[in-house]
């Protein structure tokens, strides 16, 4: 350099070096002489001694950064300390600057910085770092200053939010999304991420219907759109939408009493792999995933390496189950002396026990004694045995159960490449005997920016082993309603046997089963992998257009089994040998001549898209003011699922899983007729199905921001699938949708101080739904050949309807996102009104067509509420050191309500199926859709009370002669006349809805010095649920109600109608005698007699008065709760102690989920969240769970 002054030579030096020259213009620009230098093969430092030489300047070096300033000839002072964030981590590239002078210096990778500075009188660093708070610290005459930075807290907790397809700087969004970070909700003692959104996202409703490991949750982002589609959300990773490892059926997975053991797209997806969870709501953000986001999409961004050194993270977690116990709440049943109570309260009062399946405990010692087998004083040593009984069938079949949960990740990198890298193992036991989930997860994101291109890399993948106890063994419902006063085993040590009954041909016959026999010799193994690969390539074509390709591949095989030995209930009955008359009778039928049953299932998936996009952004004016963003991309999908099942019997597993086949002489003399008649039906054949989806999708997003006030966004995307068929009618439906923002706070409330941050938010949008029942397609299933033409064919199990429109909704959102008070309190609250028009629904049809339904447009579903997000911190005197005292509350709630409409009609519980379709089960379940109702919307008997005579449970329109006006009116005439709909109607009444239309959390987080405790409580309102079966095997089949020896009961029968006067106080029914409980069974009462049900499609309200009564009113109860869900205490390591054992940073944690649930004194313990009386079976409530956890980082 020639001829130039001080001041240019040094910004040479500083655009040369990329900016690693620090000066101040003011200081600099005072040098005015002009200097020619020679600068070749030197450092930064040199270059600028060499130019300053001979000037009042002088300059320091720290870390490659050099410092320029006046020379004042005092002796310096060498200050040095470390920096870190809030959590202990060290902070690399934090700029360190003297205040009043043009010296500072930035981090190290270590965190670590030194200064030489002259000493001058109110010295002060400064310390900053993007996306943390800037540090003033005075120096006081100590030569090592540790500074400790805060985030920076904006107004909506989040810089930027994903949907996926774009990050938007949450100033400008002005859609309904919700943020949330990873590191804020993960909890020790919760599995997967959707069981931690629980709470935490206003607007969505969480239902977990089972405690069993594996269990998959339900979630619903505000209500439901569709009736026969799926209503679960969309899940995406990375940009990529996820398929479920296994395509369960939208009825399934739409069944509130469903348990999902298969698990979802993100079941195998380590939690501490994910860096943020963005949800997104209405149709301004939605709109771009097209026909599959109608229910909401959940954005899941994986952690990625940050430029600094490696850095490697260790955590490990031990977490302690709780079995069920008889103590429990939620076990309301009775003990064996009570048991045996009830049993003597029943003879007494001459009830007899006509069918028996199995003679055993205090009914057996009774009828021995009364047919003289035993004398007195046996009778009394039994029955005194087994009133001290107790058999703890919990402790028996269950276990206290300790799980581990390990993560190693190792990440950093440099200004050109970024790496991150995880392996993690969760191995979970189940409360019962036997079951357990073992998950093997890996994850490696790698970005490498190469001047204008930027390359990206993923990988996910995830290995699991799942293992269960079969569904119909049922070991939680066994360990429930089984009797404790009868044993386990014998007092020889041998399993103790009882007798069930197994209907054959109108024959009864009984077979021997031990439920530890059967969990000793039964088996359901369900293992998965799954792995994606992600490639992605972005060219910044100009400084305001970036292009980009996005390439993902996506596999994952599924294989589960069910085994039963030949030594379990289930095979004993398929053998029918135990009982059987003669050899050749048992040859004939039976249909396990020996060994077990294998049942395997494999589905296979496979997916892949492939995406370009084209991004634009850039001001169109001078001053910046007006800016345009957008972009346009076409995308191409592929999903395919192959599924193979086949049933295997005569297998034996203890001799290398061999299978016996029919010997010849018998294949060809016909002797095991049923089981050679079995080996040629699909099952034992085998069956191949295949589906394959292909989507082709072009979409565009567009975005126009004036000064950061005014934001305004169109989303649009139109699809192509073959799942429209050749013959469609309306084969796309374009999707799009409008939104804008207002920011408040920067122009019309500028000057109000007390206001941080105001925006106002607006959107609307159409959306397109199609069920992925492919309606508009002839479906086919394909046989081999006819047993009659000996021909290949094909059946037709679906037809097509060309007509089939779109499920279209309209979606209307408005919001208000605010910060106030120097940011103590933000939050955001919304409203949203969503209506979907031409649901599917099922249509009957006339079964000349070969079937009997038919899906058409015909639903209008309603669904709108509103949400409010709300931060406070009352108290902050934290300090820059980490020390002092911060309280924050986190306050959360969403409420949705939805209901079915009809334009045809207002009438209130009108139906909209066929009337001839109609059960008293569609009613009963909430699978009816009525007008004016929610979706899940259930009904009941109408209960009026008990009858002071006996006892029994009075419902209306249950007398065939009535009175009206004074006179006698024969109402059973009047009953058949009526349709299906008025004759449920006239007995039962709406009961409300069994899904909450409000819930969210409260979440307490107090910080002390190195300490934190959080208290996260959530709350459900809303719901509705029965209580658990009084009379579940009543039926005119046993004809008494004395329950079988075996079964247990609940305490309430303790508080059962004993004497007149009784109903004043109690609404359990009494004891009837056997003649007139009799006459409630069967077709004895006048409503179930052919004669008032022979009317063509006319059917019956109700099985008995006892069934119509565990489903009456009186045992509906509201399912509202409040669940201390987590309580943490975590310490974070001092930094001395972590540096002397080498370590960057590490804390640990004490934390207990699940631990007391608040709910309705009417439930009696009974579970709110798992039990709802609707089920057939009792599934397993969610237990106490508490963890200790370890994360430390090197």
């Known amino acids: 350099m020639g001829n130039v ?19 101040k213009r003011e200081e600099v620009i005072r040098e005015t002489k002009r200097i020619t230098v020679d600068l070749k093969d030197v450092t930064v430092l040199q270059a600028v001694q060499e130019c300053i030489k001979g000037t009042r300047l002088t300059c320091t070096e720290r870390n490659g950064s050099v410092a320029v300033g006046p020379d004042t000839g005092v002796k310096p002072v060498r200050i040095s300390g470390t920096v870190k964030d809030q959590k202990g981590m060290v902070l690399p590239g934090v700029t360190v600057i003297v205040k009043g002078l043009a010296m500072g210096t930035s981090t190290d990778n270590n965190g ?30 100590k030569d090592t200053i540790n500074v400790v930075m805060k985030e920076i807290v904006s107004e909506l907790e989040e810089v930027v939010v994903n949907t996926g397809y774009q990050r938007i700087d949450a100033r400008k969004n002005a859609s309904a999304i919700t943020s949330v970070r990873a590191e804020d909700i993960i909890t020790p003692g919760l599995q997967t991420i959707d069981q931690m959104l629980e709470g935490h996202v206003p607007g969505m409703i969480f239902m977990q219907n089972s405690g069993q490991i594996g269990a998959a949750p339900r979630l619903r982002i505000r209500g439901t759109s569709t009736i026969l589609g799926s209503q679960e959300p969309l899940w995406v990773i990375d940009g990529v939408i996820q398929e479920d490892p296994v395509n369960v059926d939208p009825e399934n997975l739409n069944d509130l009493d469903f348990v999902n053991l298969l698990g979802n797209a993100i079941s195998g997806l380590n939690p501490e792999d994910i860096e943020q969870i963005d949800v997104l709501k209405d149709a301004a953000a939605t709109a771009i ?25 260790y955590s490990v977690s031990g977490s302690f189950t709780q079995r069920p116990r008889y103590s429990d709440r939620s076990v309301n049943v009775m003990n064996s002396k009570e048991r045996i109570a009830f049993s003597r309260d029943m ?44 058999t703890d069938w919990f402790d028996i079949l269950m276990q206290d159960a300790f799980s581990h949960k390990h993560t190693l990740s190792l990440s950093g990198g440099s200004s050109t490449l970024r790496y991150y890298a995880s392996l993690g193992l969760n191995d979970l036991s189940g409360s019962v005997k036997g079951e357990s989930n073992r998950v093997y997860s890996t994850n490696v994101n790698l970005t490498g920016n190469f001047d204008k291109f930027t390359v990206r890399f993923g990988l996910q993948g995830s290995v699991s082993k799942r293992k269960y106890i079969p569904e119909d063994v049922g070991v939680t419902e066994f360990a429930y309603n089984t009797s404790r006063a009868v044993p386990a085993r014998n007092d020889d040590g041998s399993y103790w046997y009882y007798q069930i009954e197994k209907e054959i041909d109108g024959e009864s016959y009984y077979y021997p089963k031990n439920i530890l026999e059967d969990m000793a010799n039964s088996s359901t193994q369900t ?17 305001v257009l970036k292009a980009q390709v996005l390439l993902s591949y996506s596999f994952s095989n599924s294989n589960s089994g069910t085994w039963h030995g030949a030594d379990t209930y289930y095979c004993r009955s398929l053998n029918k040998s135990y009982g059987a008359s003669t050899e050749a009778w048992w040859k004939a039928n039976t249909l396990l001549p020996w060994g077990g049953e294998q049942k395997d299932s494999r589905v296979e998936r496979n997916s892949y898209t492939a995406r370009f996009q084209v991004d634009y952004n850039q001001a169109v004016d001078r001053n910046e003011e007006h800016v345009l963003n957008g972009n346009v991309g076409f995308e191409v999908k592929s999903n395919k699922y192959n599924t193979y099942a086949k049933t295997t019997r005569g297998i034996f597993r203890d001799r290398g899983n061999a299978i016996q086949a029919i010997p010849t002489d018998d294949l060809k003399a016909y002797t095991y007729q049923k089981y050679i008649e079995w080996t040629q039906s699909a099952a034992a054949l085998g069956t191949y199905t295949k589906q394959l989806t292909n989507d082709v999708s072009a979409y565009m997003t567009l975005g126009y921001s004036y000064k950061n006030i005014y934001n305004f966004s169109v989303n649009a995307r139109v699809d192509f699938s073959n799942e429209f068929g050749s013959r469609a009618n309306e084969k796309f439906f374009p999707i799009w949708a409008l939104a804008g923002r207002w920011n408040l706070s920067e122009n019309v409330l500028r000057e109000v101080h007390w206001i941080n941050d105001l925006a106002l938010k607006v959107s609307f949008g159409y959306q397109g739904n199609v069920p992925s029942v492919p309606s508009r397609l002839v479906i086919k299933k394909s046989t081999v050949s006819s047993d009659l033409f000996d021909q290949f064919y094909s059946t037709v199990s679906a037809y097509p309807n060309p007509n089939l429109k779109w499920e279209k909704t309209a979606n209307f959102n408005v919001g208000l996102d605010f910060s106030l008070l120097k940011r103590k309190i933000t939050g955001s609250v919304s409203y949203y009104y969503r209506k979907t028009v031409d649901a599917y629904m099922d249509k009957t049809v006339s079964e000349v067509n070969g079937m009997t339904s038919y899906k ?10 509103y949400e409010l997000s709300l931060n406070f911190i009352p108290v902050n005197t934290m300090g820059a050191d980490g020390k002092g005292f911060r309280w924050r509350f986190d306050p959360q709630l969403g409420q949705v309500i939805n209901k079915l409409i009809d334009n045809a009609t207002s009438s209130t519980d009108k139906s909209l199926k066929d009337d001839s379709d109609l059960t008293y089960s569609d009613y009963l379940n909430g699978t009816v859709q009525t007008v004016n109702r929610s979706i899940n919307g259930f009904y009941s008997y109408k209960f009026m009370g008990l009858d002071p005579a006996d006892g029994r449970p009075i419902f209306p329109n249950l007398e065939q002669k009535i009175m009206e006006n ?43 010095n190195r300490f934190t405790l959080s208290i996260n409580m959530s709350y459900s309102l809303g719901s509705k649920i029965r209580l658990l079966k009084l009379y579940p095997n009543i039926s005119s089949d046993n004809g008494t109600m004395a329950p079988n020896p075996m079964e247990n009961i609940r305490s309430e029968f303790s508080k059962r109608w004993k004497r007149p006067g009784d109903e004043a106080y109690t609404n359990i029914p009494g004891i009837l005698s056997n003649s007139d409980f009799l006459a409630t069974l069967g077709t004895n009462p006048w409503w179930k007699k052919a004669a008032y049900n022979g009317t063509v499609n006319r059917k019956v309200v109700a099985e008995n008065i006892w069934q119509m009564y565990d489903y009456s009113s009186a045992r509906v109860v509201s399912g509202n709760y409040l669940k201390i869900q987590n309580i943490a205490l975590r310490y974070n390591v001092p930094d001395k102690f972590c540096k002397k054992i080498h370590m960057k940073a590490a804390y640990v944690s004490l934390s207990g989920t699940n631990l007391y649930t608040f709910s309705s004194k009417k439930l009696k313990g009974q579970d709110p969240t798992t039990q709802t009386g609707n089920s057939s079976t009792i599934t397993q409530s969610i237990r106490p769970t508490y963890s200790f956890s370890l994360n430390v980082t090197f």
């Open 347 to 390: 003879i007494e009062n001459r009830l007899a026990y006509p069918k028996i399946t199995s003679w055993v405990g205090y009914e057996a010692a009774y009828r021995d004694y009364i047919n003289g087998q035993i004398g007195y004083s046996e009778y009394k040593s039994l029955v005194d045995k087994y009133e001290t009984m107790n």
């Open 5 to 23: 002054t001080v001041l240019q030579a040094l910004e040479e030096i500083n655009r040369l070096s990329q900016n690693n020259v620090i000066f």
């Open 112 to 141: 670590h910085y030194s200064l030489n500075l002259p000493r001058v009188d109110n010295l002060s660093l400064l310390f900053s770092f993007i996306g943390m708070e800037t540090e003033e610290v005075k120096y006081a005459g």
């Open 856 to 865: 058409v447009n015909q639903g209008t579903v309603v669904n709108q509420g």
């Open 527 to 543: 293992n998965q992998n799954s792995l994606t690969f992600q490639s992605s390539v972005a060219y910044q074509v100009l400084p």
């Open 289 to 313: 995933y097209g026909k599959k986001a109608a229910n909401g999409v959940i954005v899941i961004t994986t952690k990625a390496g940050k430029q600094g050194p490696p850095s490697v993270m």
């Open 966 to 1008: 004074g006179e006698e009116v024969d109402y059973g005439e009047r009953f058949k006349l009526m349709s299906n709909e008025e004759r449920y109607m006239s007995v039962m009444e709406y009961s409300g809805n069994r899904v909450p239309t409000l819930q969210g959390s409260l979440i307490n987080t107090f910080s002390y």
